[in-house]
């Protein structure tokens, strides 16, 4: 049995929509972004096949850096606020 992505993408907003309706009642949207974060990694994936094994690499090429030159400290650290 084949699902159709089209179908898979309806799924992913409404469950993106029922969170964002459960986090804005309770407050707490840290449940609504990390779902968001999810599915855009999800569709990112999708739209252009091998981008996680990209950014993968590119965390690992800091870290080889990182390794190579001990004064220099590279941080790849995102932080909401």
Request: hydrophobic fraction near 60%.
């Amino acid at each position: 049995m084949m699902i159709n992505l089209g179908v898979i993408d309806i799924l992913l907003l409404i469950i993106l929509l029922a969170v964002l309706g459960y986090a804005s009642r309770k407050r707490a949207m840290l449940q609504f972004y990390v779902v968001l974060v999810v599915v855009l990694i999800i569709e990112l994936e999708r739209l252009v096949p091998g981008t996680l094994k990209v950014l993968g690499d590119a965390i690992r090429g800091i870290d080889a850096i990182n390794a190579g030159l001990p004064h220099v400290s590279i941080q790849p650290i995102i932080s909401i606020q």
